[in-house]
């Protein structure tokens, strides 16, 4: 993947995603996080659910099953999931996005 990322961006700390393939990096606000996310490889997303979480599709494309509906998101895309609601997911090799978590500690840095 060529650099999506401008400097300022890449200069924040990573955040520590267990997940393979990811490299992420980590804006902490005092009630909410934005992460930057780029995927190397597909990842396959268990059901799951936390505080309120938007994001907007800048590379690639991300199947959602968000409360039972199916949505293919790409370039430009813009998708939310509620606080509470169970969803899952595929996320292809070559995607990234800008995520905002209504949550100041979903993530933490590397």
């Known amino acids: 993947m060529t650099t999506l990322f401008p400097k300022p961006i890449i200069e924040l700390p990573e ?24 995927f190397e490889e597909d990842v396959d997303l268990a059901e799951h659910s936390h505080e309120e979480q938007w994001g907007i599709v800048l590379e690639g494309k991300i199947k ?21 609601v169970k969803h899952s997911g595929k996320i292809f090799a070559g995607y990234a996005d800008m995520t905002f978590f209504n949550q100041k500690n979903r993530y933490k840095e590397k």
Request: proline share 4%; net charge neutral.
């Open 64 to 84: 959602l099953t968000i409360d039972g509906v199916n949505n293919t998101y790409s370039k430009g895309d813009r998708y939310f999931i509620p606080s509470g």
């Open 15 to 38: 955040a520590d995603i267990p997940i393979k393939g990811i490299t992420a990096y980590l804006s902490q606000g005092e009630n909410h996080q934005i992460i930057f996310m780029k």
